[in-house]
C-alpha cells in the first residue's frame, strides 16, 4: 500500500489488551515502512533491563494497573521526536487516557503529523479466550498461542529451545482488571479523538482471522 493516501499520520492503534493491536500494528509497520512503538514493549524492555524507568513501572504493571500519564508521556515524547518518526508512526497501546491524549494531540500537532484512529472492537469473552491461550519466550520475546500458533513440543521456544511462559499480566484475574481499567479510563478518549480527527475508524474484530483484520485495516487507511 502506498503511503501517499495516509500522508504524514500518527496511527493511533485503539481497542481492549487482546484485541490484536500488535499484530495488525506489526503488519501496518511493514506495509507502510512506518515505526511501530508500543509503550507496552518499551516499558517491558525496560523492567528486563532492570532500568530506573523499569523498577519503577514493574509492579504496577504485574497488577495490571496503568503506569503514570506522566511516565508514559514522557517515554512517548522521546521516542517520538527520533528522525524515523518524521513520515509517521504506528502508536499501539498509547494513549490509553484522557490525559495522555491531550498531551499527544499537541505532540502530534508541533510534529505535524494527522492523528488517524484504527478502533478494533471486540467482545470481552473473545479476549479472554485468546490471552489465557497466549505464552511468550521469556528470553527473545516470541508470543506463541497454545491454539492458533503452539510452541515447541515439551512447550519450547521455536527460537531458543527456552521454555515458554504465561505472562504475568495475562493471568485472567488480571485480564479482568484491565478490561475494566481500559473500558473506565480509554473511553472518554474514543470521545475526545471522536470529535477530533477527520479519519477514525471502527473496525469490528474477532469472528475474523489475524490475517482477516489486518487486511480489512489496511483496505480502509488506503481508501482515505
Ligand atoms: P500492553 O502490552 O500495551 O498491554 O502494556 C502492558 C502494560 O504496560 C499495561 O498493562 C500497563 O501497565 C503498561 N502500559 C503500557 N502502555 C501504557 C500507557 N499508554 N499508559 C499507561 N500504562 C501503560
Known sequence: ????????????????????KGTVSKVLMARLGLPHISTGDILRENVQAGTALG??????????????????NRIAAERLSRPDC???CIL??????????????GLLAKLGLEPVVVYLD????????????????????AVYNLVSKPPKAGGLCEVDDTPVVIRDDDKEDVIRQRFANYEKQT??????????????????????????????????LANG
Open 1 to 20: 500500500m502506498a503511503n501517499s493516501t495516509l500522508g504524514k499520520a500518527a496511527i493511533l492503534m485503539f481497542g481492549p489488551p487482546g484485541s490484536g
Open 55 to 72: 523498577r519503577e513501572a514493574k509492579a504496577v504493571m504485574d497488577a495490571g494497573k496503568l503506569v503514570s500519564d506522566d511516565l508514559v
Open 86 to 88: 518524521a513520515n509517521g
Open 92 to 105: 499501539d497501546g498509547y494513549p490509553r487516557t484522557l490525559e495522555q491524549g491531550k498531551v499527544l494531540a
Open 122 to 141: 471486540v467482545d470481552y469473552n473473545v479476549i479472554v479466550a485468546r490471552l489465557t491461550a497466549r505464552r511468550s519466550c521469556p528470553k527473545c520475546g
Open 187 to 220: 473511553q472518554p478518549l474514543v470521545d475526545f479523538f471522536t470529535g477530533k480527527v477527520k479519519r477514525f475508524h471502527r473496525v469490528k474484530v474477532g469472528e475474523g482471522s489475524p490475517e482477516e483484520n489486518c487486511e480489512r485495516v489496511c483496505r480502509l
